[in-house]
């Protein structure tokens, strides 16, 4: 396997703070470690919601490949980007703390009323099903991409504001945008949300356990 692990990673600003706080781990206990950055399909392809381009293996199934091919040792995921079920070669061999996993709205505005129609960007099912729910005055604004696009769309009067996972909000310092938390017993979070999933080879997964003991 060589002196260095090599760990997989998506190119956006969040994925790179993921990975690196993996690698910080990793180098607290000896190991040597350093970031391999690509952009997968989810990445890419930014006009189309994930439900029509491939839903959550679009942002896993490049850096699967890399695992298998061994150009990477470990890939680092958001869980909740994590399909349900893995490929027959490849599995999950540990998880970081979870940060707090509820959801939030993000806006220039802080004043803004939830009871007030706004327009919020967002491209989850599940938050639209949930905004329909709860908020039906709300009209829904289609915005894919990393949270600094995102933000940039808002800025440009795409919406009046974002709903986002609190964890990537936070990871990336922009708690002060922060309007309102939403409760987690009513404004479900999926599954993983707030943790990071490491994946590995199964034929490697072994020797890196053992290699942490």
């Given at each position: 396997m060589g002196d260095t692990i090599r760990i997989g990673t998506r190119r956006s600003q969040l994925a790179l703070w993921q990975a690196e706080h993996v690698a910080?781990?990793?180098r607290q206990k000896g190991v040597q470690a350093e970031l391999v950055a690509i952009e997968t399909k989810g990445d890419k392809i930014l006009d189309r919601s994930l439900s029509k381009i491939g839903s959550k293996g679009v942002f896993t199934e490049e850096l699967e490949?890399?695992?298998?091919?061994g150009d990477i040792h470990l890939a680092v995921h958001s869980a909740k980007d994590v399909p349900s079920t893995l490929p027959d070669d490849l599995e999950l061999i540990a998880f970081s703390e979870?940060?707090?996993a509820y959801d939030v709205l993000v806006s220039r505005q802080k004043n803004l009323s939830l009871q007030t129609p706004l327009r919020v960007g967002t491209s989850s099912t599940r938050r639209r099903a949930l905004i329909r729910r709860f908020f039906p005055h709300w009209e829904v604004v289609d915005i894919r991409g990393n949270l600094q696009t995102r933000l940039r769309k808002?800025?440009?009067g795409v919406c009046d504001a974002l709903l986002l996972a609190y964890a990537g909000v936070h990871r990336m310092g922009y708690d002060t945008l922060i309007v309102h938390r939403f409760d987690l017993e009513?404004?479900?979070p999926p599954v993983g949300q707030g943790a990071l999933a490491?994946?590995?080879?199964?034929?490697?997964a072994p020797a890196l356990r053992q290699g942490q003991s």
């Open positions: 910080q781990l990793l490949a890399m695992l298998r091919s979870r940060e707090t808002m800025d440009e009513t404004f479900t490491i994946e590995a080879h199964k034929e490697l």
